[in-house]
């Protein structure tokens, strides 16, 4: 995907896995969201209750075929093995994970995303081979207990005036009363986890949270 793609695909990321949609069904709740207008998708299978094994694979192809349909970019978190049984369109990484760089040799044809927290972080995904990275947590979040201290958007803005120029997403606790400052910050998108996935109607949560980072 050419860098100027990626960056209009990362305009509105919805991350998610089955803990997250409050007891709803994973693919409604993508449906939902892609018809409210979600540009990006990763499947995080993570936290309490999550699907193991089989079960996993099997939500994660459904979900799968779902952004095919739509021509919605697929991106499985953490799990090589898993992003290649899907036929992922890519894989997102944190610091605690493998390398950028061994993942980035291994799935030359896919997206690599890199969580970073600062400039030095978003600097050495870059040399590694990122296309593109994951920035927070902005705000406070529920979503990752082990989530580490809030940045807030002036992280973006460190990372940018330091001259990283590419694709950057910030996460963490956003929706749609704060996006549009994670945007202005300089971020090309938000990724947003329970602003859509607990959402009551998920279609309008990505609909205003569109709106609002427009």
Known sequence: MKIEQLRKALRLYLVMGSPNCGGADPAAVLEAAIAGGITMFQFREKGAGALQGAAKLELGARLRRLCAQHAIPFIVNDDEGLALELAADGIHIGQEDAPAADI???????????????????????????????????????????????????????????????????????????????????????????????????????????????
């Not at 406070?140 to 958007?153: F, H, I, L, M, S």
């Not at 945007?183 to 205003?208: C, K, L, N, Q």
């Open 104 to 214: 980035r040799q291994r799935l030359k044809n896919m997206i690599v995303g890199v969580s970073a927290h600062d400039l030095a972080e978003a600097q050495a995904a870059l040399a590694e081979g990122a296309d593109y990275l994951g920035v927070g947590p902005q705000y406070a979040t529920r979503t990752k207990p082990d989530a580490r201290e809030v940045q807030g958007p002036a992280a973006i803005q460190r990372i940018r005036a330091g001259g990283i120029r590419l694709p950057l997403v910030g996460i963490g606790g956003i929706d749609a009363t704060n996006a549009s400052h994670v945007i202005r910050a300089g971020a090309d998108g938000v990724a947003v986890v329970s602003a859509i996935a607990s959402a009551h109607s998920p279609r309008e949560a990505a609909a205003e949270l569109l709106r609002n980072i427009k």
